[in-house]
C-alpha cells in the first residue's frame, strides 16, 4: 500500500517536451525567449498543459515556436529538475526528442499580430559555442541528448539537473 503517496492529490510537477533540431553541420537549434533574462536562449519546446501528453506538447510547442510542424522522433533523454527557490520554477521532468535537421532558420520565426513575441530569437549554435547562448543546466542537457544522437549513449538517458545518473 502506498500511504505516503496520493494518487488522487499528488504533488505538482511541471511536465516539459524539448526538441533537439539540428543542421547538416550538427550545430542545434536555439530559440530566444522573450519572459527569460540572462542566457535567455534555449531548445525549442515547452510546458505541457493538463492532461496533454509529452508528445503532444512538444509538437505544440515546436509549431508555436519555430512554424516546423513534425512529428517528435525517439526520446532521447528525461531530466528531472527540482523546485528552484530562486526562480519560483516548479520541480519538472523534460522529455527532449530528436526533431530531426532543418536547413536553415529562415521563416521559422513566428509572427505574432498584435501581441508581444515569447519568442525574439532563433538560430542554430554550434555545440562548442553553446555556453555563451544557455545556462550550464541547459548545455548539460543538451550535450547528452546530441550524444545519444551521436550514439554516444544508448538509447536514451535518465538525468537529474543535466547530470547523467549512469554515465557521470
Known amino acids: 500500500m502506498h500511504k505516503d503517496t496520493d494518487f488522487k492529490n499528488p504533488p505538482r510537477r511541471r511536465i516539459g517536451a524539448l526538441a533537439i533540431v539540428r543542421d547538416g553541420e550538427g550545430s542545434v537549434l536555439l530559440v530566444k525567449k ?8 534555449g531548445l525549442p519546446g515547452g510546458a505541457a498543459h ?6 503532444d506538447a512538444w509538437v505544440r ?17 528525461v531530466d528531472y529538475v527540482p523546485y528552484s527557490e530562486a526562480s519560483g520554477s516548479a520541480e519538472g521532468i523534460n522529455f527532449v526528442f530528436d526533431g530531426g535537421t532543418a536547413k ?11 501581441e508581444e513575441p515569447e ?35 544508448p538509447l536514451s ?8 545518473l549512469t554515465y557521470g
Open 157 to 164: 538517458v535518465y538525468l537529474a539537473e543535466g547530470r547523467s
Open 34 to 41: 522573450a519572459y527569460k533574462e540572462g542566457r535567455s536562449w
Open 61 to 77: 510547442e515546436v509549431r508555436q515556436e519555430t512554424g516546423l510542424d513534425r512529428t517528435p522522433g525517439r526520446l532521447l533523454a
Open 104 to 114: 536553415d532558420t529562415e521563416n521559422m520565426l513566428p509572427e505574432h499580430e498584435g
Open 50 to 55: 493538463a492532461d496533454e501528453a509529452p508528445h
Open 119 to 153: 519568442i525574439t530569437g532563433i538560430q542554430f549554435v554550434p555545440l562548442y559555442q553553446l555556453s555563451e547562448f544557455v545556462t550550464p543546466l541547459t548545455e548539460k542537457r543538451i550535450r547528452f541528448a546530441v550524444g545519444v544522437l551521436e550514439d554516444d549513449f
